[in-house]
């Protein structure tokens, strides 16, 4: 069960739903796999802590333009549907924050001046975090497109699909949020009750439902406004998931890189019954036993 836990507006508490939703299922003894996909500023490791066993670097292939070959017949920029690359009459030119790397310049070119050259975008680290698998993405500063380090981090996570695995996305509705939510069997959407928060759950159901992706909403730090997200949820036909309270303990616990079901263990059924309920609108397999597993060992 792959579950992504998005959220329109940055800062809404993704982070806090994901990890506690690791730190749950691992106190139920299910297999679970924590994904930082946030990849351009990955926090989860600050509240799991986990212990890193490897690093692998993140590559892609760009394009290096031999100009003594090259005979500037322009046929590789009119191939490039993303506009990487500018044939001018006495040079190529390459854009490398534009290319995609798909490698059809390469190919298109009849002078064979087109080579393609790795280079570093970012880093996967992998380890574990008591029972939880953890794998982060980080990006290389500096660079534009992000999407390659995610779907790394989502490869990485693959060998462990026969459990649960959370996937921490980026904040937005950008190609970040679209690759890390791509393939999942259902996605979570953290909001708050502000209209900045509204607004942005607003985009981010409407691009779920384009994606065909069932998702759910949870209200972070609850309260005042509540109302207008209720409201919203019920206009796109989306279940609440929970409600989780504005609380001076959860906050404090926050800042201090401690998750909040550690902090106020009662808050352990309402992580699980998120669980519960994703897993009985997928009709999964594992929600017999995550129930079983909820009664006997969260008390
Ligand atoms: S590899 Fe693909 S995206 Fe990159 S410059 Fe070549 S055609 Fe464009
Ligand atoms: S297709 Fe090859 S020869 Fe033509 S402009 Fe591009 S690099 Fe030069």
Same mark, same amino acid.
């Given at each position: 069960?792959?579950?992504?836990?998005?959220?329109?507006?940055?800062?809404?508490?993704?982070?806090?739903?994901?990890?506690?939703?690791?730190?749950?299922?691992?106190?139920?003894?299910?297999?679970?796999?924590?994904?930082?996909?946030?990849?351009?500023?990955?926090?989860?490791?600050?509240?799991?802590?986990?212990?890193?066993?490897?690093?692998?670097?993140?590559?892609?292939?760009?394009?290096?333009?031999?100009?003594?070959?090259?005979?500037?017949?322009?046929?590789?920029?009119?191939?490039?549907?993303?506009?990487?690359?500018?044939?001018?009459?006495? *040079? +190529?030119?390459?854009? /490398?924050?534009?290319? =995609?790397?798909?490698?059809?310049?390469?190919? $298109? !070119?009849?002078?064979?001046?087109?080579?393609?050259?790795?280079?570093?975008?970012?880093?996967?680290?992998?380890?574990?975090?008591?029972?939880?698998?953890?794998?982060?993405?980080?990006?290389?500063?500096?660079?534009?497109?992000?999407?390659?380090?995610?779907?790394?981090?989502?490869?990485?996570?693959?060998?462990?699909?026969?459990?649960?695995?959370?996937?921490?996305?980026?904040?937005?509705?950008?190609?970040?949020?679209?690759?890390?939510?791509?393939?999942?069997?259902?996605?979570?959407? *953290? +909001?708050?009750?502000? /209209?900045?928060?509204? =607004?942005?759950?607003?985009?981010?159901?409407? $691009? !779920?439902?384009?994606?065909?992706?069932?998702?759910?909403?949870?209200?972070?730090?609850?309260?005042?406004?509540?109302?207008?997200?209720?409201?919203?949820?019920?206009?796109?036909?989306?279940?609440?998931?929970?409600?989780?309270?504005?609380?001076?303990?959860?906050?404090?616990?926050?800042?201090?890189?401690?998750?909040?079901?550690?902090?106020?263990?009662?808050?352990?059924?309402?992580?699980?019954?998120?669980?519960?309920?994703?897993?009985?609108?997928?009709?999964?397999?594992?929600?017999?036993?995550?129930?079983?597993?909820?009664?006997?060992?969260?008390?």
């Amino acid at each position: 069960m792959r579950i992504a836990i998005a959220s329109g507006k940055g800062g809404t508490g993704k982070t806090t739903v994901a990890t506690n939703l690791g730190a749950v299922l691992a106190d139920c003894a299910e297999k679970v796999t924590y994904v930082d996909c946030d990849v351009e500023a990955p926090n989860g490791h600050l509240f799991l802590r986990p212990e890193i066993k490897s690093e692998t670097e993140v590559t892609r292939r760009i394009p290096v333009i031999d100009n003594d070959r090259c005979t500037h017949c322009g046929k590789c920029a009119r191939f490039c549907q993303f506009g990487a690359l500018t044939s001018l009459p006495n *040079v +190529t030119l390459v854009h /490398p924050e534009l290319c =995609h790397s798909c490698g059809g310049c390469a190919i $298109v !070119c009849p002078s064979g001046a087109i080579r393609e050259e790795r280079v570093s975008v970012g880093t996967i680290r992998s380890g574990h975090a008591g029972g939880i698998s953890f794998v982060s993405g980080t990006f290389t500063v500096g660079l534009a497109n992000s999407t390659p380090v995610i779907r790394a981090a989502k490869e990485a996570a693959k060998s462990d699909a026969d459990g649960w695995v959370l996937l921490d996305a980026p904040p937005g509705t950008s190609c970040a949020m679209m690759e890390t939510v791509k393939g999942c069997d259902y996605v979570i959407l *953290v +909001t708050e009750p502000t /209209p900045f928060g509204l =607004h942005d759950l607003r985009i981010a159901m409407e $691009v !779920c439902a384009k994606m065909k992706l069932p998702f759910g909403v949870v209200i972070n730090r609850s309260g005042e406004g509540k109302d207008m997200i209720q409201a919203a949820c019920v206009e796109a036909s989306a279940p609440i998931l929970a409600e989780l309270p504005q609380n001076l303990d959860i906050a404090r616990a926050y800042s201090l890189g401690i998750l909040a079901v550690r902090a106020l263990p009662e808050l352990k059924r309402a992580f699980a019954q998120i669980l519960l309920q994703i897993a009985a609108r997928t009709r999964s397999r594992q929600a017999p036993k995550l129930f079983e597993a909820a009664n006997t060992q969260l008390t």
